[in-house]
């Protein structure tokens, strides 16, 4: 089949999805996820196979770092997946009901959105997380993985849709395409695709946007901050600093540039540098940064980069108002955190940046779904509409209105014969 034939059955698959109880679901997560340890051997050999042409070709680092789907990597994902199935049902859910009049009801009830396409970067952990996503929240899957991670992605789409079907889920309600051709035609099918998650590069994703009429939820660049304010406390601040660097580089909530009060800097930046380098850190900085330690200029370009490596940007601030510039002129609108004891000043960061998550005095690495307990994510929304954020099964769903009544007509209401009562709870 082509993609358009792949999005169609999609799309009927998603009729039965949405109608499915949580009982059917969560046997279907859990029977999936029994089948994905039972063969985790199938799966290890086949990513053995994509990090052996990755290294074959010279992967960049950080690609590499995130391909390992094996060992502990494996079965953390997969418990993490597993944890859906104790999540309550987000579909059907009675968000308000409310009597138009008498014998006219109004409800408003949660529901799956659709088919969704996801297009992700080389993560076989994601492809695990997303199909289970969209199982929980009633919604069909069109996923397009890294094709450096194509043989992991394979095995796991294998186990993953047959394990499904035979708990209960209907066929095509998990489709994988595997070349970057597919994409465009992914891109044309607006008429059976209802929502296109890229998640990637700025420059990724707005191509996606300019070249499809389906709505698209971006998952772009995660350039984060820290900014560590004058009361800081110096020995959290540097543990805050260095978890956020360096517990996962290669993640998008790995922090990519480090503000420092000019207050602080004297005696902060020494600190903190020893540490980040005793990890392997290299640090670029401003001209009054490079004053303080030793360490080449940044550049204009250095602002705005996502490293997803062990490289850190570092500019000195005169004040938080001047920080929180710096943010939302260069940052991604991921997540960016304060270090700090003043609680006004505290209070005009989280207020005033213009971020997805705002942290006070805590590591950029909790930017997760598993981690804020959503069971998994999709990814990670920078935009405004619909979901922020750590996507999970909440963003995966939308609503609808359902009108119950007894032959009501609008010309009762309209003549004056009838009138309306609005009564209930909304």
Not at 344 to 365: E, H, L, P, Q
Request: overall charge negative; hydrophobic content about 40%; proline content about 3%.
């Amino acid at each position: 089949m082509g993609v358009r034939e792949y999005a169609l059955h999609a799309k009927e698959a998603a009729i039965i999805c949405g109608t499915l109880d949580d009982d059917t679901k969560n046997r279907a997560i859990n029977a999936i996820c029994d089948a994905l340890i039972a063969q985790s051997e199938k799966i290890e050999n086949a990513n053995a196979l994509d990090i052996e042409l990755a290294d074959k070709d010279g992967l960049a680092p950080a690609l590499r770092s995130r391909l390992g789907f094996y060992g502990k990597k494996l079965t953390d994902t997969v418990e993490g997946a597993r944890a859906l199935a104790g999540l309550p049902d987000p579909c059907n859910r009675i968000i308000f009901q409310r009597d138009l009049a008498d014998g006219l009801t109004l409800t408003k009830k949660s529901c799956g959105i659709g088919v969704i396409g996801v297009i992700f970067e080389s993560r076989p952990d994601a492809l695990v997380q997303i199909a289970m996503l969209c199982i929980k929240s009633g919604n069909a899957a069109i996923l397009k993985g890294g094709k450096e991670a194509h043989a992991t992605n394979t095995a796991l789409a294998e186990i993953i849709t047959e394990a499904g079907i035979e708990a209960g889920l209907p066929d095509g309600f998990l489709t994988l395409l595997t070349s970057r051709e597919e994409i465009n035609e992914l891109l044309s099918c607006d008429d059976c695709v209802d929502l296109l998650i890229p998640r990637g590069s700025g420059a990724f994703v707005k191509y996606i946007m300019d070249n499809t009429r389906i709505p698209v939820m971006g998952h772009a660049d995660g350039v984060c901050h820290i900014y560590v304010d004058g009361s800081a406390d110096m020995k959290k601040a540097t543990d805050i600093v260095v978890d956020s660097k360096t517990q996962y580089p290669a993640a998008c909530n790995s922090v990519e540039t480090l503000l420092v009060d000019a207050t602080a800097a004297q005696t902060f930046l020494p600190e903190v540098t020893k540490a980040l380098r005793d990890k392997g850190v290299t640090l670029v900085g401003c001209p009054r940064t490079c004053a303080v330690i030793d360490c080449e200029q940044a550049t204009e370009e250095d602002w705005s980069t996502e490293y997803v490596g062990l490289k850190l940007s570092v500019r000195i601030v005169d004040s938080v108002y001047e920080a929180v510039r710096h943010i939302n002129k260069y940052g991604s609108g991921h997540t960016d955190c304060i270090v700090t004891q003043d609680n006004a000043v505290a209070d005009f960061f989280i207020n005033n940046v213009d971020s997805a998550g705002v942290y006070k005095n805590c590591s950029t690495r909790f930017a997760d779904g598993y981690r804020y307990g959503f069971g998994a994510e999709v990814g990670i929304s920078t935009g405004k509409l619909h979901a922020r954020g750590p996507v999970g099964i909440e963003g995966l769903v939308s609503y609808r209105y359902l009108l119950e009544g007894d032959g009501d007509i609008v010309a009762d209401f309209a003549s004056g014969k009838r009138k309306f009562i609005h009564q209930g709870e909304v």
